[in-house]
Nanobody
Framework: QLQLVESGGGLLQPGGSLRLSCAAS????????IGWFRQAPGKEREGVSC????????YYADSVKGRFTISRDSAKNTVYLQMNSLKPEDTAVYYC????????????????????WGQGTQVTVSS
């Protein structure tokens, strides 16, 4: 059974750090472009960061550039999102998703370009 499972969310104060994990079972993540998205209440789902298969190129939304880092651990079949200097506006449910294997590049980075989604993990940044 194919599964993407996010974990690592939580409640923390502004300025804190979290590392989200996106673990795959039933398939090898290295073969797929992977994206992290988030959705806050009342807002549309937005792309945060993605990593391509093959060349491993990455992309970051302007709102997280310099604060978030996406990476792969092939041995653990997991993609991570390291989030530093968190702000209240980062509060959202975070989802990982994979793009169809036909596409190595993770861009264009839009939700409609991603075919399979995890269930999400809540991140709340509040003082």
């Amino acid at each position: 059974q194919l599964q993407l499972v996010e974990s690592g969310g939580g409640l923390l104060q502004p300025g804190g750090s979290l590392r989200l994990s996106c673990a795959a079972s039933g398939f090898t993540l290295d073969y797929y472009a992977i994206g992290w998205f988030r959705q806050a209440p009342g807002k549309e789902r937005e792309g945060v960061s993605c990593i391509s298969s093959g060349d491993g190129s990455t992309y970051y939304a302007d709102s997280v550039k310099g604060r978030f880092t996406i990476s792969r651990d092939s041995a653990k079949n997991t993609v991570y999102l390291q989030m530093n200097s968190l702000k209240p506006e980062d509060t959202a449910v975070y989802y990982c998703a994979l793009r169809a294997r036909l596409f190595n590049l993770c861009v264009p980075f839009k939700p409609n370009n991603y075919a399979y989604w995890g269930q999400g993990t809540q991140v709340t940044v509040s003082s």
